[in-house]
């Protein structure tokens, strides 16, 4: 597939994909969250994909959604069109793991997205905001929602009122990103984490994605009744028969994904 604002690439069994509008800092327009959720859906149904990484540019992830591109919508035009909604949360709903390796901005709708993903591993210059009341609005795809629930209430209050910047090393404090890397290895560093999770069982992955985000969806014992019924799933699948056996026999396992 070729795209107009994205790159992607398959290496081994992830699947890689690359914002590329760098004169705007990769500002996400609806060509690109479009083809975003093209991208995604292409590696989500290839069986020969287990884990995907969306990146950027070393100076961007993405400097937020396209202002250029909004700045005179209405109010009726935004209703009446949902304006930027339909394939935002795409990112979000891909079922396969799905990691975020950023370098420097990742702000407003480029922060959002990264968190989207199921973790964000941060290049050492990256940048996250939520810059939005800067420039007249509030965040629109979840950073109000997502990010407090990444960081607690004081700093995401303090990063989408004050519009202020955090560095790579504050993101990791915060818990924001669970990993700090040099700028040069980012990509060859999320491509290998995403690699040793794809390179394992999809199915229990898939399962172990979905207990987790049903964490921030329901109280503790639901969550772990949840995840209990899950467990007992994994009995049903042959790599937990393959897992268990190459352990008691002393071998590495061989996973079908089944
Ligand atoms: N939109 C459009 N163009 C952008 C952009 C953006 N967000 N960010 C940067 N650019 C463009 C600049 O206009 C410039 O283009 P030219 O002027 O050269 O044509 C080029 O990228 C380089 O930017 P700068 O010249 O400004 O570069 P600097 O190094 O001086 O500054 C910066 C870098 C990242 C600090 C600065 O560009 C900046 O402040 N950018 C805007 C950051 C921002 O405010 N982001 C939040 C946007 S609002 C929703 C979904 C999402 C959203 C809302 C709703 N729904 C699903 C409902 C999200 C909203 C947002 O993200």
């Given at each position: 597939m070729s795209y107009e604002t994205l790159l992607t690439e398959k290496r081994g069994r992830v699947g890689l994909i690359t914002l590329n509008r760098p004169k705007a800092l990769n500002a996400l327009n609806g060509v690109l969250i479009r083809e975003l959720a093209e991208a995604i859906e292409t590696f989500e149904s290839?069986?020969?994909?287990?884990a995907l990484v969306l990146t950027g540019g070393t100076r961007a992830f993405a400097a937020g959604a396209d202002i250029k591109e909004m700045a005179q919508k209405r109010y009726i035009d935004c209703y009446l069109e949902d304006f930027i909604t339909k394939g935002w949360e795409r990112t979000a709903q891909c079922r396969k793991p799905i990691l975020a390796a950023v370098a420097g901005y990742a702000l407003g709708g480029g922060c959002e997205i990264a968190m989207m993903c199921d973790f964000i591993i941060a290049a050492d210059n990256a940048l996250f905001g939520q810059p939005e009341i800067t420039v007249g609005t509030l965040p629109g795809a979840g950073g109000t929602q997502r990010l407090a629930r990444a960081v607690g209430k004081a700093l995401a209050m303090d990063l989408c009122l004050t519009g202020r910047q955090i560095t790579a090393e504050e993101a990791m404090r915060a818990g924001l990103v669970s990993r700090v890397v040099p700028v040069s290895s980012l990509l060859e560093e999320s491509v290998e984490a995403a690699e040793k999770i794809a390179e394992r069982s999809l199915p229990i992955a898939m399962m172990i994605k979905e207990c987790i985000n049903r964490s921030f969806e329901v109280n503790l014992s639901e969550g772990i009744h949840f995840e209990r019924r899950l467990f007992h799933a994994s009995?049903?699948?042959?790599d937990q028969k393959e897992g268990m056996d190459a352990f008691t026999r002393k071998r590495s396992p061989y996973w079908t994904h089944s």
């Open positions: 290839d069986h020969d994909v287990g009995f049903a699948t042959l």
